[in-house]
């Protein structure tokens, strides 16, 4: 199979790409050693032709390719496409446009949460796929002609996948639905790795001033380094040390050393200086740089039996309109509901609020009842009159 190695062959393909008004495309790549993903090969298809590119070809320029993916002419579709995103936003610093996702896609058609590729190629294209070459280090050279032929196949049997979903939004009407989505995947903001944020990856309850400041600047300061060594954040500091450095707030290394979650040779090695440095920064930060969290608001006792009756409600919306429950609600939102009348969740804005965020507020208050007929469940609407008797009651 020829594979495209210089960029002569590359500005040739994205030429005769650029007459369709659409292309799949996927790429390989490796991180588990590195902080940044090294993309190692880019499959595209559009029409007739597909085609393999390897970017570690000596000599070779990526950039027609990322003019093609910033020709607003031409949509790109990817499945699960946040971390091949990611990999185009770092070269350019732009999102790829327009964007067409095959798995939210197949989600807000009612194919289930997070489906996955085989899933897809198998239920609309009619093809199995063999994966074999699944755990390849797409980094070795020469790949062998079954490992790109498994690779290419991504991208062919994309472009069944993606002309049958698309039609079944044409034709239900849902394409508004799947553009709220993308919306999303499509902001750049989604990819912007600022080391000053990296605190918000990390879970915590504790509102200790202190707690958060140190929390704070463990987090930037493994960020930054990590990305300067392009090592995976964990492979410098785990989270759980993160959260007993921030607890212990020590200030020697003998004190760092002490700490179970600190891995030995870090407190009394070359990171044992600037962690105790970031730790001070912590102590010392102003109230205005501290993260702002927000208390939670707690859930009222007794609401467990009307999450549950929320969660049958939510079963039975998105089996009645097609579309997975993961993109309407999760249970988090549904206590949210349960709990507070001003729930700020996305299940009672736009779309989802007509296919079951109304029903839910109705049932709450209620407006609606569930009875069951046989072996299925149903929504009954309550007269005015009967539901004061029953509040009553």
Request: charged share 30%; hydrophobic share 40%.
């Amino acid at each position: 199979m020829p594979i495209i190695t210089t960029t002569a062959e590359l500005a040739d393909l994205c030429r005769r790409l650029r007459q369709g008004d659409h292309i799949t495309i996927d790429t390989e790549f490796i991180r588990d050693r590195t902080y940044w993903p090294r993309l190692c090969l880019v499959q595209v298809a559009g029409g007739e032709e597909a085609r393999v590119i390897d970017p570690l070809a000596d000599g070779i320029d990526l950039a027609p390719l990322l003019t093609l993916l910033d020709d607003p002419d031409v949509i790109k579709v990817f499945h699960a496409a946040r971390q091949d995103v990611e990999i185009f936003h770092r070269l350019t610093g732009r999102v790829p446009a327009p964007l067409f996702d095959t798995q939210i896609a197949a989600m807000v058609c009612g194919f289930g949460d997070s489906v996955g590729y085989d899933k897809l190629v198998g239920e609309l294209a009619g093809v199995r796929i063999d994966k074999a070459s699944q755990f390849t280090d797409w980094a070795r050279r020469p790949l062998s002609e079954r490992q790109l032929r498994y690779a290419l196949d991504d991208v062919v049997h994309l472009q069944v996948i993606y002309a049958k979903l698309a039609a079944q939004l044409e034709t239900s009407g849902r394409s508004g639905w799947l553009a709220e989505e993308m919306a999303i995947l499509a902001a750049p903001e989604t990819y912007a790795v600022e080391p000053e944020n990296a605190w918000r990856r990390l879970k915590t309850r504790s509102r200790n001033p202190e707690y958060l400041g140190v929390m704070k600047e463990l987090a930037t300061w493994r960020e930054r380094e990590a990305q300067r060594r392009d090592l995976p954040r964990n492979r410098l500091l785990r989270d759980e040390a993160i959260y007993e450095i921030a607890a212990e707030r020590p200030r020697r290394i003998e004190d760092l050393k002490r700490l179970r979650a600190v891995p030995k040779g870090v407190a009394d090695g070359p990171l044992g200086g600037p962690l105790l440095a970031a730790i001070e920064r912590g102590r010392n930060l102003d109230a205005g740089q501290l993260p702002q969290t927000e208390a939670p608001r707690q859930l009222p006792r007794g609401i467990g039996p009307l999450v549950d009756l929320l969660k049958v409600l939510l079963k039975m919306a998105c089996e009645k309109h097609g579309v997975a429950q993961k993109l309407i609600a999760n249970v988090a939102d549904l206590e949210r509901i349960a709990a507070f009348d001003d729930a700020d969740v996305p299940a009672l804005k736009g779309w989802r609020r007509k296919i079951f965020g109304a029903d839910a507020l109705d049932l709450k208050r209620g407006r609606i009842a569930l009875s069951a007929a046989g072996k299925r469940i149903k929504v009954i609407r309550l007269e005015p009159s009967r539901r004061g008797a029953e509040a009553a009651d």
